[in-house]
């Protein structure tokens, strides 16, 4: 088993961060700590008790370059284009100029920035690993089999993410590319029932010096027995 370079859980779950600048694309990485990460997030808790992901590692070059391909038209299609027209809801929702101050909208600038860049140098991550569901795909966004289709294939992904981290390693949840999972089931020859949710660039990072983001006071978004007893109230 590779040794790990972190081996403090609490950094390991706090410095895990969307890495897209900071991957060294120059780096080769190994099938076999690519492999051993996959075989830790195999103990991720999967609903039904069935193992319903599919993990497809991609490191062939004319692959990658495919896959890129179809990155590039799901930034077009779903952020460039629709920002430079001024359509409503992408610019609410991605739009640095809607932001309610001057740090909030460098940071969403920042983003966007690192979004590009890696819709720009896709093809030159040493390893995409596609991710999977064979779980039927939810009639509806919310209740029903939903909970079950997302509550097993996003904590594999956060798993794998985390065993990548404390191994050198840095990752990203690319999941845009679901908008193109018939072309990324016909690049990889999937099987029909082999639905990509999420893609994940997998590179060694430049440094490791990662620290925790930040983020609400937990006041703000945790609470005890129902909404007005704020986490953080207690006095030990």
Known sequence: M??????DIDEV???TRAVRH???LDRPVGRAVVEECL???QQAPMGSNLEDWRAVAVD???LKRKL???YREVWYQT???PLGSGEAATTTRLSPTVRPDAASQARQTRVLNAVKYLVDHLDQVPVLVVLCSTKPVPTRPVGGTASGYYGSIFPFAWSFQL???SRGLGSVLATALAHKASGVQAVLGLPAGWRPVTLIPVAYTRGLDFRPAARADLADVAFWNGPTEPAGSASA
Do not use: F, M
């Open 68 to 70: 890129a391909e179809l």
């Open 22 to 24: 900071r991957l060294d």
């Open 13 to 15: 779950l706090t410095t």
């Open 60 to 62: 062939d070059p004319t």
């Open 39 to 41: 075989r830790l997030a």
């Open 163 to 165: 065993a990548l981290r």
């Open 79 to 81: 952020v460039e284009g």
């Open 2 to 7: 590779t040794t790990a370079v972190i081996t």
